[in-house]
């Protein structure tokens, strides 16, 4: 008896998903419209699909039309038409939509919509890295920066993932860094990131100690924080996808701030964010500490062999009387004339052997700095 797959295991799917995303992309309208919702009909599929311009422009009461979700089952997908005045389009498939041996997996058609929506997400950590000074190199010193960026991000998230932590990045290209962001939601997700995120700063500032090539590990400025973003992808014809991006608040901080951040510096955002299901909430210093906890229960994380036995990440501030310090607010007010808020980071890493780790500046070094009033 043979125990070869059925030909129809691999070539339905792919023929339904191919011929699923031509039928979003037509909806699509090049971008113009975006993909609210969907469910399945007698005849095939119902679709709602509104144009962007509209969506955006009344997203305060439209909040469910930027959910995932994709699928309204019931009356779900009338509430919806209702609230964004449209009419649902009911298009043919080949076959029925269900769970059936000869029918369409729901879970195949909301991965083939997914492509064509708009979704917002209301508290997600970002991280805007930038090269100092990257005007100034050569095209191929450019290049060559880039790569060691690339390099070091995919090395940390694969280190990340490796010690336990819940992150998939994805970036997009600011032309002289990347925005970067965990694709994972929630408060356990942002903690993770802003761990693997320090990864990054060590394993960087272990490749710059170790470059044979200085100009092509060069200096960074950082800026983290978390906020609330819409995220959107660039669907292609022949099925692929052509990346996501993301655009909102937390990407207009962090690109603000970097605008005045000095070389080597680390910047977090002024933020904060619900703990969970209560009204409970934490600020940026709270938020700091938990990732210092998690960061100190890795265990064998290692850099160029050998082992980081110690990892310290924490806003600076001025030196209390104590001995202590109180990590300094920080107002930045931008081209524009509006005032954003940030504090100052450092991170500093200890090794078994060998010199420590030190990234970001003292908050000493920032005092001559008139950029940098104290609130």
Request: hydrophobic content about 45%; aromatic content about 10%.
């Amino acid at each position: 008896m043979s125990t070869a797959p059925d030909s129809r295991d691999t070539v339905f799917p792919a023929a339904v998903s191919h011929r699923l995303h031509g039928i979003f992309f037509d909806l699509w309208r090049f971008g113009s419209h975006a993909l609210v919702g969907w469910r399945p009909s007698r005849l095939g599929i119902e679709i709602i699909t509104v144009p962007k311009v509209r969506l955006f422009a009344g997203h305060g009461q439209h909040l469910p039309a930027f959910s995932e979700g994709g699928l309204m089952d019931g009356a779900a997908l009338d509430d919806a038409a209702r609230m964004l005045d449209v009419q649902p389009v009911e298009l043919r498939l080949d076959r029925p939509i269900g769970t059936g041996p000869d029918e369409i997996p729901p879970a195949l058609v909301a991965q083939a919509f997914r492509l064509f929506t708009v979704t917002k997400t209301l508290h997600r950590a970002v991280l805007l890295l930038d090269i100092a000074g990257f005007s100034k190199a050569t095209p191929e010193q450019q290049a060559a920066q880039l790569t060691s960026l690339e390099f070091s991000l995919n090395l940390a998230e694969e280190m990340a993932r490796a010690h336990g932590l819940g992150v998939s990045f994805r970036r997009t290209t600011t032309g002289d860094g990347f925005y970067v962001w965990n694709e994972r939601t929630g408060l356990r997700a942002d903690i993770d990131f802003f761990c693997a995120v320090a990864i990054f700063q060590i394993l960087f500032a272990a490749l710059r100690r170790t470059a044979t090539e200085p100009a092509a590990v060069p200096a960074l400025r950082l800026c983290l924080s978390i906020g609330s973003h819409f995220l959107y992808h660039q669907p292609r014809k022949d099925g692929s996808d052509g990346g996501t991006f993301i655009v909102g608040d937390v990407t207009i901080q962090v690109a603000r701030l970097i605008g005045t951040a000095l070389p080597e510096q680390i910047l977090v955002g002024d933020f904060r964010r619900p703990l969970g299901l209560g009204h409970s909430h934490c600020d940026s210093e709270t938020f700091l500490t938990a990732v210092s906890e998690r960061l100190a229960a890795l265990s064998d994380l290692r850099v160029l062999g050998y082992r980081i036995d110690r990892i310290g990440f924490y806003l600076t501030g001025p030196r209390a009387a104590d001995g202590g310090h109180r990590p300094a607010l920080i107002t930045i007010t931008d081209k524009h004339g509006f005032e954003h808020r940030c504090y100052n980071a450092k991170l500093n890493a200890f090794a078994e052997q060998g010199e420590p780790y030190y990234c970001g500046l003292q908050h000493g070094d920032l005092a001559p700095q008139a950029a940098w009033p104290a609130a």
